[in-house]
DNA sequence: CACCAGGCAAGTA
DNA sequence: TACTTGCATGGT
């Protein structure tokens, strides 16, 4: 009998503590980090962020009117920082058009419908769109990551080549919808796979679920 | 030196 | 539909 995901939980939990996710001032600053962490070391993305607030300029407004450019070299410390910052201003042009500065108003529309519109800027694919349902929003919404599928189809979860629905799924099917508890769930994954859970070992050498 | 990090979209067949 | 490739800095 394999473990279930609310024992897993709570063993990372136990183990870890809270991770104190998103580590952010707002939710505005959620979704600029979503998509500067995209395939991106987190302490790379903390300088671009500096950088902008040094500047003052991590607010909508300001960032609405910086050149593309000009952004583009604040970021850099973040890598692809061309794409980045033309994925930034997708993102600005999104909100724009839907709530402007008041980020809440995204929330009288329904999650799904809410999701379908963030897959359709360019720049934010499943995860980045999750990520701020989830860590700018505070919608019950599972994100999944490369850590996730790599550690739990290594368990026999799910299949090796995974999508990211059929990972999802795994947990939304069988916890309760709790944005709480996904964004702890998912913020100790990611800390357990950064040190437990290496790309290329087949398996870590030692595995904390795999103890009692 | 190689490999990795809290992905995504565009191009090719 | 299913692969492949480009994007890029900074840490180990």
Redesign the pocket.
Known sequence: MKPRLESIYRKLYSRFGPQH???ADSAFE?MV??IL?????????E?AIANLKKRGDLDFKKLFRLPEKKL?LLI??????????R?LKELLKFLDAHCGTDIKQLCRQNTRALRRKL?S?????????D?ILL?ALNKPVFVV???TK?IFSRHGFIPQ?AT?EQAQELFMGSLKADAQVFNEYH?LI?RL??EH????KPRCADCPLEKK
């Open positions: 996710w998103w580590p959620v980090g979503a962490t995209q395939n991106t070391n987190w302490q790379n993305v300088r583009a850099k410390p973040a890598g692809y920082y061309n794409i980045k910052a994925r897959l800027v360019k720049g934010v694919g499943e995860e980045t769109a990520s860590y990551d490369a850590y790599r080549d990211y913020a990611v796979g950064k859970c290496l790309k290329n």
